[in-house]
């Protein structure tokens, strides 16, 4: 079941410039075909949100994106074929938070931040003023200055996603793209990093990628969304388009009802049986 909501993969970009872009992309891992064929383009200032069922070829996804996984086809960043970037030239141009990031032992905040400087060092170059006052204005941008002497370790939960986020802010990168920012977060905090991608998208220009499983944040957030299922993409749209229960059951197996509230899309499940 293919349902084609937007033909034109760029139909729905609201930026002039697109920042990144993939063709035919496909990631092979053995005798397994985990995501085929698939087609995506984001412009500046543009919010796309990747979502499926459980397999389907999210993460791989992305991971293709960053080349951190062989692929098929053509990724682009910026009009240009990633393959011809070195890693750091592609650093410059895409910056990424994982689900479950690495972290060094008793790290402090500003120290981690400053990781992401890291693909604008000449080689051989320690890290100088100029980095730690990009490093610094960024955790101010996102509220954290008064954490940066924190080691990372004793943040909560929320405060340590928005930490992540600062290290890729502070990679200057024009694409960022997010794998399930808001797993294991409470809802306050879940609403407090995607409120803050929205404000970095929309006043800094960035390309976002997400992927996210909660289907109402996905509906209430993003400008976009890309239905996988099989690696495939099955549907691509508005979430008002995408987020369609039938749809939904077919893919996911799951009985919802979807309700439109004026500013996005709640998705709400179901029983699938009555109680006794």
């Given amino acids: 079941m293919t349902t084609e909501l937007n033909h034109d993969p760029d139909a729905t970009t609201t930026g002039t410039t697109v920042a990144i872009e993939c063709a035919d992309v496909g990631v092979r891992i053995g005798s397994a075909d985990i995501v085929e064929h698939v087609d995506l383009s984001v412009a500046a200032g543009d919010w796309v949100t990747v979502i499926g069922p459980n397999g389907a070829g999210k993460s791989t996804l992305l991971r ?18 990633a393959t011809r970037l070195s890693p750091l030239q592609r650093a410059r141009r895409v910056a990424f938070v994982a689900q479950s990031p690495v972290v060094p032992d008793r790290v402090r905040v500003l120290d981690y931040v400053l990781l992401g400087r890291t693909p604008h060092l000449p080689r051989g170059l320690a890290i100088g003023g100029d980095d730690i006052r990009i490093a610094t204005a960024v955790l101010q941008r996102l509220g954290l200055e008064t954490l940066a002497d924190r080691q990372l370790d004793t943040l909560s939960g929320g405060e340590r996603q928005r930490v992540f986020v600062a290290r890729a802010l502070a990679q200057d990168a024009p694409v960022l793209l997010l794998d399930e920012p808001t797993t294991s977060l409470d809802i306050g905090h879940q609403q407090e990093v995607l409120e803050l991608v929205d404000d970095l998208r929309a006043d800094a220009g960035l ?36 987020l369609d229960h039938e749809l939904l059951w077919h893919h996911y197996g799951a009985q919802v009802e979807v309700i439109d509230d004026g ?12 109680r006794s």
Avoid: C, M
Avoid at 65 to 81: E, I, N, Q
Avoid at 219 to 224: A, K, L, P, V
Avoid at 263 to 274: A, L, M, N, Q, S
């Fill in 64 to 81: 293709a994106l960053l080349g951190l996984v062989p692929y098929t086809g053509v990724v682009r960043l910026s009009g240009v074929d």
């Fill in 207 to 242: 390309a976002v990628i997400t992927t996210l499983h909660d289907l109402t944040l996905a509906g209430q957030y993003t400008d976009r969304l890309v239905l996988l299922a099989d690696g495939r993409v099955v549907a691509s749209g508005s979430p008002r388009d995408v």
């Fill in 263 to 274: 500013e996005g899309v709640i998705v709400i499940p179901r029983r699938r049986k009555e």
